[in-house]
């Protein structure tokens, strides 16, 4: 007998031994902060690989853009085989004059040409590059906001179901204590049956909720696993038994927030962008109606020199330097709907400015009143703990003395979790909320 009765202390002391086990095997994983998770996403995840390789390939276009302003130089040769020079000096249908060529030829020389003046196109498109990196910078900037803002997602995603794990883990626990006692009061006659099969539902139903969280873990550690970059079955630990520290507001208004919206969103900075290169796109059309003026330069040696009288058999050399002008006249009419359509899609975007400009201070505006409510659903949570602790304390007495029933305590005792969940829900919605606000406004 004494021998069955051991047996609940030893599964007690292997439960125990179990969890020491777990926690050591933490501490040798290093557990990770949100600050942490989000400087290893920031070098390796491939959603900003990607982004830091577009800003390669615009840094690439910027450079070519100021190649295009060196002089174009270029050697080249050929070798032929000639026919015969004829010459006919008295018609096309007499006998013509065999002039003595060799029956092949050669020539090797250089050209360069150098542009003096194209209506500023060349340096204007090497700004229209520039503008198009900083744009690509500010998309840049807008995918690390995201990326960091779904990290600290999946982050207290991952810290809410540690705490429910660790809350359901508890009251299982607790509730097997409760089960035990109420079989011994059944067998004892001071309580039915019933009480015994509702206890026991009610553990089966917890411990089937802590099954699903422990799978809702693993997910959400695959998840955040790919977002850090790495491979997605790494183990994972986070400080998810800190203490929870309340956002301070105070200091900050919805004013302040729009106001920094407006110059560090990069949303809004794209947009801006947008209407600068737009801008700088009229004035490219604009120069095609003026001139262009070119310096070339070229020399040759060519054998046999058969290009101007009196022809000769012997190598010879020829070369010219001079100014170029070139003045399209179909530009003058051409030029007038290309004109007329830039300055439209230059309208366009100041209107996708204010557009945007609105929509940034709606942004503001939901996000700061969420960050409010969640900071009042914090408040109403733990006050809510306090009723539910207490409540369950008054039940249960009342209960163990036969004053109440079992369904009232099981009741108040499900209410009691359910706060407890709904503070950790509050509490991750409210740090979830400030981090969307300073996304939104560009200082995450």
């Known amino acids: 007998m004494k021998r069955y009765k051991s047996i609940p202390i030893l599964g007690a002391i292997l439960l125990i031994f179990a969890q020491s086990l777990h926690a050591q095997d933490a501490e040798t994983t290093q557990a990770l902060s949100l600050e942490e998770i989000w400087k290893v996403a920031e070098k390796n995840n491939h959603q900003l690989k990607l982004s830091d390789l577009n800003l390669q390939q615009s840094n690439l276009e910027v450079l070519e853009a100021k190649d295009r302003l060196l002089p174009e130089i270029s050697i080249g ?32 020389g250089y050209n360069l040409n150098f542009n003096l003046f194209n209506g500023g196109k060349d340096r204007r498109n090497i700004k229209m590059k520039q503008e198009e990196d900083t744009r690509r910078h500010y998309e840049v900037d807008l995918q690390k906001h995201s990326v960091k803002y779904n990290v600290a997602i999946a982050y207290f995603d991952l810290y809410k179901y540690e705490h429910f794990r660790d809350f359901l883990t508890a009251e299982i626990v607790a509730e097997k204590k409760q089960l035990s006692l109420i079989e011994s009061l059944h067998k004892n006659g001071i309580v039915l049956k019933s009480d015994v099969l509702r206890t026991s539902v009610k553990l089966s139903q917890l411990e089937l909720s802590l099954s699903d969280i422990k799978k809702k873990i693993e997910v959400t550690k695959q998840r955040l696993n790919i977002l850090m970059g790495r491979d997605s079955e790494t183990e994972l630990y986070i400080y998810y038994r800190a203490d929870f520290e309340m956002e301070d507001t105070k200091d900050s208004n919805y004013a302040d927030y729009v106001a920094i919206a407006l110059h560090q969103s990069p949303e809004y900075k794209i947009v801006n962008s947008d209407i600068k290169l737009s801008e700088i ?112 304390r008054v039940i249960r007495s009342s209960y163990l003395n036969q004053e109440s029933l079992l369904t009232d305590l099981l009741e108040a005792e499900n209410a009691l979790l359910e706060a407890k969940f709904n503070l950790t829900t509050a509490q991750t919605n409210l740090k979830l909320s400030h981090i969307r606000l300073l996304a939104i406004v560009g200082i995450l």
Request: glycine share 6%.
């Open 77 to 108: 040769g050929d070798l032929k085989l000639n026919t015969k020079f004829l010459i006919y000096d008295n018609g096309l249908f007499s006998s013509p004059q065999d002039v003595p060529v060799k029956g092949y030829g050669y020539g090797v």
């Open 281 to 392: 796109n009229i004035k490219q059309i604009k120069a095609t109606l003026l001139p262009k003026f070119f310096l070339y330069s070229n020399y040759n040696y060519t054998y046999p020199q058969i290009s101007f009288y009196p022809y000769s058999n012997d190598l010879w050399g020829f070369g010219q330097t001079g100014i170029k002008m070139q003045f399209s006249i179909d530009n003058l009419y051409k030029s007038k709907h290309s004109i007329a359509r830039a300055q439209v899609a230059n309208n366009q975007a100041k209107e996708k400015a204010d557009i945007k400009k609105d929509e940034v201070s709606i942004q503001v505006k939901e996000a700061y009143l969420q960050q409010q409510q969640a900071l009042e659903s914090v408040e109403t949570a733990e006050k809510n703990i306090n009723k539910t602790t207490e409540t369950v």
